[in-house]
């Protein structure tokens, strides 16, 4: 194993920085200069260490006004999905159904939890977007991508778990920028409709097995329509 540069070294030094300090998002570092100070290093690999950082959102470098700790955004993990899955589609591989079927596993073992219960609120927010499914299929002949992405994200706000939505929420848009290439064909609006409403019909039962039914019938249409692919 390869021994990590001076800069890698550097690297994992801020990262420490940022934890012993207890920074977060928007706090201020150690100017280059007294970094350089802090790790006994040279400019360069103290530059090199902070650019590595702000490609992943962990530092920003605000020109003229010093550096920061950054936003923490799961961003460059979506370029990340997002580049696979479109690198492996142009090989003809199957990128786009293996994203598909993370956000399956991911779903399926989560509904069941939200089964627990769902604040009324929730419920109601849940029931909302699926009458706006409808209503958009009856105007269109199709349900937005968007709804359907505000189904999926809302389903789990009881939760109360912020990663998890960062999570779900960087599958969607990997998978969205990834299907810009992709003709996968549409599933009938109305069936999209009643799969949604079954969904959360589970769920305000409390039925935490007729919700991972369902949710699974739901997936199983995605996986149909993405065979093609395979």
């Not at 802090?38 to 020109?63: D, M, T, W």
């Not at 199957?94 to 399926?108: I, Q």
């Not at 219960?117 to 209503?135: I, K, N, Q, S």
């Not at 990663?163 to 999209?192: C, I, K, N, Y």
Request: charged share 25%.
């Amino acid at each position: 194993m390869a021994r990590p540069t001076m800069a890698q070294d550097i690297e994992r030094r801020i990262k420490e920085l940022i934890l012993e300090r207890g920074l977060g998002p928007g706090d201020a570092l150690p100017t280059e200069a007294e970094l350089m100070e802090i790790f006994g290093a040279g400019r360069v690999s103290v530059r090199e260490a902070l650019k590595a950082l702000q490609a992943v959102n962990a530092v920003e470098i605000r020109r003229g006004f010093g550096t920061f700790v950054g936003s923490l955004s799961l961003s460059p993990f979506v370029e990340g999905l997002a580049f696979r899955a479109a690198v492996r589609h142009r090989q003809g591989e199957p990128g786009l159904f293996e994203l598909m079927k993370v956000r399956e596993a991911l779903e399926t073992g989560l509904v069941g939890a939200v089964t627990a219960g769902v604040p009324d609120e929730d419920l109601a927010v849940l029931r909302g977007l699926v009458a706006a499914m409808e209503t958009e299929a009856r105007e269109t002949g199709r349900v937005a991508r968007g709804t359907d992405r505000a189904f999926h994200l809302a389903l789990y706000t009881s939760l109360d778990n912020l990663l998890l939505s960062e999570v779900l929420d960087a599958f969607w848009a990997a998978m969205d920028r990834v299907r810009e290439e992709l003709d996968d064909g549409h599933q009938d609006p109305a069936v999209t409709c009643a799969q949604h409403r079954e969904i959360v019909e589970a769920v305000a039962a409390g039925d935490g097995a007729r919700a991972v039914r369902a949710m699974r019938t739901h997936f199983d249409g995605i996986r149909t329509r993405l065979a093609p692919t395979l």
